[in-house]
């Protein structure tokens, strides 16, 4: 559980470097312990963010997401292996920041990519 949370909260404190979030932005979450400790809320605070727990046993809560895993696995994973583990991180990182956010068009969106929303949406 202890390296979840830590875990957890390098990734929000990496998002928060990178993307800059405004005051009021919304973390949405499952209800791991991880998201639902003190230090992390306590760290969703201090970044002034707003948590969002999706409902108890509600996959339905939180499709964007859901939808993004099967999209990984079906596009990336399932399709080739690694020889390392950091040849799968860079390469998990580049499907993300170089197709995925950048490209791939959702739906959900209006068949844009999600840079494309979001510099649409500012």
């Known amino acids: 559980?202890?390296?979840?949370?830590h875990l957890a909260i390098r990734a929000l404190d990496?998002?928060?470097?990178?993307?800059n979030p405004p005051p009021g932005c919304i973390f949405n979450s499952d209800r791991g312990s991880q998201y639902c400790s003190h230090d992390f809320q306590k760290k969703l605070t201090e970044y002034r963010m707003t948590p969002s727990?999706?409902?108890k046993g509600n996959c339905y809560d939180n499709t964007v997401i859901e939808t993004f895993f099967k999209s990984l696995k079906a596009e990336m994973l399932?399709?080739?292996s690694w020889p390392t583990r950091r040849q799968a991180i860079a390469a998990i990182f580049q499907y993300i920041n170089g197709f995925y956010n950048p490209r791939r068009r959702h739906s959900?969106?209006?068949?844009?990519?999600?840079?494309?929303f979001e510099a649409k949406a500012a």
Request: aromatic share 8%.
């Open 108 to 116: 959900y969106l209006g068949s844009i990519s999600p840079l494309a």
């Open 78 to 80: 399932w399709r080739q």
């Open 53 to 55: 727990m999706c409902s």
């Open 14 to 19: 990496r998002a928060v470097r990178l993307r």
């Open 1 to 5: 559980v202890l390296r979840s949370l």
